[in-house]
């Protein structure tokens, strides 16, 4: 039989009524009377059932016995509510006496799926309104009162884009690192094409929770092992805890770190105080040496940084009690004789007088660098005399090992050479010092250790030696741009700190001091920019295989693209000194060949033949020959020209310069 619908029928009977009307038509009866306004009409809510973005809206939750419930809201990247979802996730790592655990198995916390592949049985999803929905997610684990880690995501690539993992709740205290203390070296992770960068999770305001987004499965409960080490489902979710991964995985940055500095990474004061708790137990064995018994106001953070045999604390108070001044270069014609370090005697000289002071009192005190260098309290103090022109340095106006120490009665020293190296006689004069204290843990090793004060002087004319400027240099990075990854405050070598940016390394590596810089890079923005992401990586000879064979060292697990780690305040290419630098690190240590500026620190990193080309078309030069007064040239390179920050494909467009 032929089904005929409400709608059909009716107009079925409005047709028939029509037609008996025309058998007797009458007159028009009288108008009626008007009828009350109707309601005005509503335009429909626009909806969608696609999406490229999904952006999650978090209502509620409810922990049940057996069961999580979670309300949402979701719609597409114009604002449009999406319907017809038909896929979700949600896990849920439970607060136990051991901390964050989320078992494989489901005997701790659980996790759920509607949806995909391998739906979990008896999760639903209801739309309850355009883009408003509820998820009932069974998990046999959880109880009514359970503290839980949740996270969310919503959609599945198809149709309806996969959401970001979203932290629904987390309890206090979970963890005392912060997205900004990971962040200060891992700067937006979730930009990387790092491993399990997909998994960077935001909170219910948007912000990312880096930690928290971890700790869902990378527990504080590892991942039982069975008696012929294979895994099992029971224990934590991954193999790795979250503070295993800290502790323990940092320890593989090879270059000046200590993991005991716990204040770079625990924002807060660390929960845990046990031995054999969690965290303790990754360096302190099977926790067999007892249990720290803490006092009110305990901080873990505290104990470890003023550990002795760390030193941290003991190289932080030398470092505040104490400064050194730079003298002027000058030259003195008269002196009685002196021996320089190749057995050459002098009765003149072109010195810089170095002088060490102790600030800890009320006024400074001059200490005497000649008696603490016998004694072995201060293990280098020497200064060099360099060329300087345009803000920057463009030589060493000295021979290596041609100086001499004249130790001065008020405790200074005076440290001289006994002529200037010719060529560059068009160039200003500057001297930087170097005054090391050895601490306790000081160890004779390349000036790796102890701790450093690094100086310039001002700038002077090379025939008077009166003051010509103020020493300074471009140098666009901030004061904690390498202290951050290399805690542990002592030196990379030569008695170079890390403090200000790195600025101590600029007195050697430089514009014209030519180094090879284990063939990485010159000077030093592209020395530093090679050594961390670009061909000097596995060059620095920091790690080797066990054949011997350098290998990257672990800047390579940061991503390169996050400038903003060293370049907070950003780049301006076009207060890049148009100023050559010398290069033969770029020609095979072979020295007479200079590249230009930008040029240089692009090519660090960005060395194929494709990339120099471009720089080349666009007045970039690398490994031309040198002039004899190379330091004088204006380059050709007009890179700022497209790429300045702000401009339509500027070095903003292509590197991230924002935290």
């Known amino acids: 039989m032929k089904n005929i619908t409400k709608r059909r029928l ?75 979802l038909d896929s979700a996730a949600i896990y849920l790592a439970a607060m136990t006496e051991q901390g964050i655990q989320r078992s494989r198995d489901g005997s701790v916390g659980g996790n759920a799926t509607f949806g995909g592949d391998t739906p979990t049985e008896g999760a639903t999803i209801t739309e309850v309104d355009d883009g408003q929905y509820t998820l009932v997610a069974p998990m046999a684990a959880v109880q009514a009162d359970t503290e839980s880690l949740i996270r969310l995501q919503v959609g599945n690539d198809e149709g309806i884009a996969a959401s970001p993992y979203i932290i629904i709740n987390k309890p206090e205290n979970t963890h005392t690192s912060t997205t900004e203390t990971c962040y200060s070296c891992h700067v937006d992770y979730a930009t990387s094409d790092i491993r399990h960068s997909k998994y960077v999770a935001l909170n219910t305001d948007g912000e990312v929770d880096f930690v928290g987004g971890c700790m869902v499965c990378h527990n504080n409960v590892p991942r039982d092992i069975a008696e012929d080490g294979t895994s099992l489902d029971t224990g934590g979710y991954a193999k790795a805890t979250m503070q295993a991964l800290g502790h323990i995985n940092h320890q593989k940055f090879e270059k000046d770190f200590t993991p005991t500095n716990c204040y770079t990474c625990h924002a807060e004061p660390v929960v845990n105080t046990s031995i ?52 002027n270069p000058y030259f003195n014609p008269t002196m009685d004789e002196w021996i320089d370090h190749k057995d050459v005697a002098w009765t003149s000289g072109y010195c810089v007088d170095i002088a060490l002071f102790d600030n800890s009192g009320e006024t400074p005190v001059q200490l005497n660098i000649g008696d603490m260098y016998t004694a072995g309290e201060v293990v280098y103090g020497g200064a060099y005399i360099n060329n300087y022109h345009n803000d920057s340095i463009v030589a060493r106006v000295i021979s290596h090992g041609a100086e001499g120490y004249i130790e001065n009665a008020d405790g200074s020293r005076s440290v001289c050479y006994g002529e200037l190296t010719a060529g560059y006689e068009l160039a200003n004069l500057s001297a930087s010092s170097r005054v090391t204290i050895a601490d306790t843990n000081w ?4 000036g790796e250790f102890g701790v450093s004060f690094t100086g310039y002087s001002e700038v002077v004319d090379p025939i008077n030696f009166e003051k010509v400027q103020d020493w300074g240099r471009r140098h666009a990075v901030t004061e904690d741009s390498c202290t951050t990854c290399h805690n542990n405050d002592t030196n990379y070598h030569k008695n170079g700190g890390y403090r200000d940016g790195g600025l101590d390394c600029v007195a050697c590596h430089n514009n014209g001091q030519d180094r090879k810089g284990a063939l990485s890079a010159p000077g030093f923005g592209p020395m530093v920019h ?6 000097g990586n596995a060059l620095s000879g920091a790690k080797t295989d066990e054949d011997g064979n350098n290998v990257e060292n672990s800047a390579a697990s940061l991503n390169a693209d996050n400038c903003v780690s060293c370049h907070a305040d950003g780049v301006s ?34 060395n194929t033949d494709a990339a120099l080309n471009h720089m080349e078309q666009n007045g ?40």
């Open 573 to 606: 290419l076009a207060d890049v000194p148009n100023q050559y630098m010398l290069s033969k690190a770029y020609n095979n240590g072979d020295a007479g060949v200079m590249t230009s500026p930008i040029t240089a620190n692009c090519f660090a990193c960005h």
């Open 276 to 327: 054999a708790g969690n965290g303790c137990s990754d360096c302190h064995g099977d926790g067999q040496s007892g249990v720290i018994v803490p006092a009110d106001g305990f901080d873990a953070r505290a104990f470890h940084a003023e550990a002795t045999s760390i030193g941290l604390v003991e190289r932080e108070e030398i470092r505040a009690n104490h400064y050194t001044t730079t003298s």
């Open 443 to 446: 160890e004779d090793s390349d």
């Open 620 to 659: 970039g030069e690398l490994n031309v020959p040198s002039t004899t007064e190379w330091f004088t040239e204006g380059t050709s390179e007009s890179c700022a020209t497209c790429h300045d920050t702000g401009k339509s494909f500027g070095i903003d467009m292509f590197h991230n310069f924002e935290r």
């Open 530 to 535: 090679s050594m961390h992401w670009g061909i």
């Open 10 to 84: 009716a107009f079925v009977v409005a047709a028939a009524m029509g037609i008996a009307g025309c058998a007797d038509d009458g007159k028009d009866g009288a108008d009626g009377e008007d009828g009350a306004p109707g309601e005005p009409g509503t335009t429909p809510t626009p909806v969608t059932e696609v999406s490229e973005i999904t952006n999650v809206e978090y209502i509620a939750h409810m922990v049940e016995e057996g069961q999580v419930t979670v309300e949402f809201n979701i719609t597409d990247e114009d604002g449009v509510a999406i319907t017809g």
